[in-house]
C-alpha cells in the first residue's frame, strides 16, 4: 500500500472510530438522538438537493475512488542505467544506486557540501547532473572542473558507465568556518561513540 492509500485509510479508520464512540455513547449513556431520525434528516437533505450537484459529488466520489483503486495497484517502475550490452545480455544497475555511489565519491572533494548527484539515462551512455554548496573563496571554476572530472572518473572507472555529459550547478557558498564548525562536531560525536563502546566492551 502506497503513502496516499496509507493517509486514506488513516483518515476512514479515524472517522470510523469517532462515529463508533459516538453510537456508543449514544445508546448506552445520552440517548440525545435517535438513528432513524439522522436517516430520515439524510434522506430530505438528499431529495432536496439539485439533480445536477447530486451527480456531480457522486461522480467526484467515484473518481476519487478509482484513484485511490489505480494507485494501490500501480508500481512505480525501478529505474535503470545500462552499463553494457553482449551477445549474452544486459548490464545494469538502478540509477539511485549509481548516483548515491557517485555523490559518496563526491564527499571527499575539499570544499564540497551536500553533494546531490542524478543521473540520466541515455542510449548509449548517462548524464552526470550534480548540484552542491560550495565554500566561500575557492575558485569556482577550478573546483567544477575537479568535481565534474572526479564523478565522470569514478562513473566510468568503478561502475563501468560511459559518461556523455557531466554538468555541474552550484546551488550557494558557505563561508570556511561553518564547514569547520561542522566537521569538528562530527569528529567530536565519533570520538563519543567510541568511547562508549569501549566502556560497553569492558563492561
Known sequence: MNIFNRIIMIILMLCLRVFSIVTIVNI?????????????SIIRYVNNLNIYILTAVLSLV??????????EFYRRKIKLA???????????????TAAKQIRE????IQGVI??????????NGIIIDIFSKLITGISVTDKTKEIREAASNFASTNLGFKVLQTNYTATGFITKKVKEVKAVKEEELKEIKQEEQVENKIE
Do not use: C, E, H, Y
Not at 448506552?28 to 430520515?40: H, P, Q, Y
Not at 545500462?82 to 539511485?96: L, P, R, Y
Not at 565519491?105 to 571527499?108: D, H, I, K, Q
Open 82 to 96: 545500462n552499463i553494457s550490452t553482449d551477445q549474452f545480455g544486459k548490464t545494469m544497475v538502478t540509477q539511485k
Open 28 to 40: 448506552f449513556f445520552v440517548n440525545l438522538f435517535k438513528w432513524s431520525t439522522v436517516a430520515d
Open 114 to 123: 551536500d553533494p546531490q548527484v542524478k543521473v540520466v539515462p541515455r542510449q
Open 62 to 71: 467515484l473518481v476519487i475512488a478509482l484513484i485511490i483503486l489505480i494507485f
Open 105 to 108: 565519491s563526491l564527499n571527499n
